[in-house]
């Protein structure tokens, strides 16, 4: 299984984010750090310590 994820770096950590999940950002010292703070943020979520977020749309109209 695979799981994409975004990161940047910062002025003194990697800061990166799961794809699915950007709300729940997370820092590592390296790549390697990060991806362990990334999968314990995944497990977080699977085990329902962080609840998902829900996402809408706004509908809007043309004003006349």
Do not use: C, W
Request: aromatic share 10%; no cysteine.
């Amino acid at each position: 299984m695979e799981i994409k994820y975004t990161y940047r770096h910062g002025e003194q950590f990697l800061i990166g984010y799961l794809d699915e999940y950007p709300e729940y950002p997370t820092q590592g010292e390296d790549l390697q750090d990060l991806e362990l703070n990334l999968l314990d943020i995944y497990e977080m979520i699977q085990d329902g310590t962080l609840q998902k977020k829900s996402h809408g749309v706004l509908q809007l109209t043309e004003a006349v």
